[in-house]
DNA sequence: TCTGGGGTCCTAGGACCC
DNA sequence: TCTGGGGTCCTAGGACCC
């Protein structure tokens, strides 16, 4: 048996536990550059407001309901993330951290789950503050559904008080349940296909469930095969223990205000190749190729997407190399005249440190884009290092989005870093900066 | 005026090999 | 006139997730 724990609005939980006034008051969290509402307390849900909604639509309605707004904090979800996580895997090892705010566990070897879950769910809320609702079922598909029944007692009604845990006892319950979720609330089938399976009038997920195993192969391929055998009981997806290795690494950000200057992307995009590069060296990783995307907004008149692709002779992990790629790749794509929304950079055929493949021309041609190596490896643990104590960015590359013309040309113009992310909102770091830890005051 | 960011996997089709 | 059979690898695009 699997469970799936997930935490009940997670950004807006994190939000109230250091600013506990805010506990029965509603709350939203924002979306980066406090685009859109990505977390809701109970409040704000039943007034309706929708995952995903766009701030603006929505902010009168929310100022005259007293709403409290918060930008998210993403540095103090990861903290508290983590925490919930370890609390859970002191009780139970076998344990996949499946997103930042839900956990998949094995309780196969457990005698009363039920008890079992109760138990960890009132830990973590007196350790961490943060409230948690767990699923219990065959499989990881049902756990979720056995999660979402908890979360969505009013939809099924088959008792009056989960206490938040909710396990699958039978055949019964289970078609009981199957036949109260809609299609697009099973995990895996998302808008494109609730449509397709809508029109062949499979609407719940206990006739998905009955579906002919041949036919969904074929038209709908084996990952949707396989959302069917689970909901069968018949285990595709194990609980995860080690993370794989990731495939790709992106920074991207859309900008505050729309930017036109080539010199504008540049000093985003530089930012974002040092992070994204910082983040490569964390996860000891080197990458084989490089792509830098550009875009206006999606709802602009003048639509405008390009990327591009540069692909190393040998793997690189340095900042200076990523950077002098991307900007290469930049010069490329900047067309002048559009409202540039966003700028991003991804590294990908990422592979181990100590797997890099060491190119013979590199060696041959004393390439003029490569650095020793080691000399290399060197430079970057330190700048990560001074970075790491003394906070992000203070040692940085150089580049023409720095350099004193550029800073000149900008207050001419009477303009300033316009473009950066806006955050009008945001709480504190309370537990991993210094300055921002809570102070206590006692009479 | 204002609409997020970061991932994974599968599949079909093209290019190439003998 | 008539042109096989069996592979691999790569990529773009589409679907999904949180």
Redesign the pocket.
């Known amino acids: 048996m699997i469970a799936l724990l997930?935490c009940n609005n997670?950004y807006v939980s994190c939000e109230r536990l250091f600013k506990t006034s805010l506990n029965d008051k509603p709350v939203a969290v924002?979306?980066?550059?406090?685009?859109?509402i990505?977390s809701r307390s109970e409040e704000v849900k039943s007034m309706g407001i929708k995952?995903?909604?766009?701030?603006?639509?929505v902010?009168k309605k929310l100022n005259d309901a007293g709403v409290y707004i918060c930008s998210?904090n993403y540095s103090l979800y990861g903290d508290i993330s983590n925490r919930v996580m370890e609390i859970i895997r002191k009780d139970c090892d076998i344990l996949e951290k499946?997103?930042?705010?839900?956990a998949f566990f094995d309780l196969s070897n457990i005698k009363n789950k039920e008890l079992f879950c109760f138990n960890l769910k009132n830990k973590i809320l007196k350790w961490t503050g943060i409230p948690v609702s767990i699923g219990i079922g065959k499989t990881k598909t049902l756990s979720?559904i056995a999660n979402r029944v908890v979360k969505k007692n009013n939809e099924y009604k088959i008792r009056l008080n989960f206490n938040g845990i909710y396990e699958i006892n039978c055949e019964d319950e289970l078609n009981y349940i199957l036949r109260n979720t809609s299609v697009?609330d099973?995990?895996?089938?998302?808008?494109?296909?609730?449509?397709?399976f809508r029109k062949i009038n499979i609407n719940d997920a206990f006739s998905f469930k009955n579906i002919n195993l041949k036919f969904i192969?074929q038209k709908?391929?084996?990952?949707?095969?396989k959302t069917v055998l689970e909901l069968r009981g018949v285990e595709c997806y194990p609980i995860e223990l080690e993370q794989?290795?990731?495939?790709?690494?992106?920074?991207?950000?859309?900008?505050g205000?729309?930017i036109y200057l080539y010199e504008e992307l540049q000093s985003a995009l530089i930012i974002?190749s040092e992070?994204?590069s910082q983040?490569l060296r964390k996860y000891r990783l080197s990458c084989g190729a490089i792509t830098v995307f550009i875009q206006t907004?999606?709802?602009?008149e003048k639509y405008y997407f390009d990327s591009k692709?540069f692909?190393f002779i040998e793997q690189t992990l340095d900042s200076r190399l990523i950077w002098i790629k991307a900007n290469y790749l930049l010069k490329k794509l900047y067309v002048k005249g559009f409202?540039y929304?966003?700028v991003?950079i991804?590294?990908?055929?990422?592979c181990r440190h100590e797997k890099v493949q060491i190119s013979l021309l590199n060696y041959a041609l004393n390439n003029e884009n490569s650095y020793d190596d080691k000399e290399s490896k060197v430079l970057m643990k330190t700048i990560d290092s001074l970075n790491e104590r003394f906070g992000e960015g203070k040692v940085r590359i150089a580049s023409g989005a720095n350099s004193f013309s550029y800073k000149k040309k900008l207050n001419t113009l009477k303009k300033k870093n316009n473009w950066l992310?806006r955050s009008n909102y945001c709480s504190p770091c309370y537990t991993t900066r210094w300055c921002d830890i809570p102070k206590v005051k006692i009479k």
């Open positions: 997930d997670f924002l979306s980066n550059n406090d685009g859109c990505i995952m995903g909604e766009p701030l603006f639509k902010k998210s499946y997103s930042i705010d839900e979720k697009e099973i995990w895996g089938i998302g808008r494109r296909l609730s449509v397709f192969r709908k391929g084996i990952v949707t095969q794989a290795d990731r495939k790709s690494i992106c920074v991207s950000r859309s900008f205000e729309k974002y992070k994204a983040k907004s999606r709802y602009d692709t692909t409202r929304s966003k991003g991804i590294l990908s055929k990422l992310m």
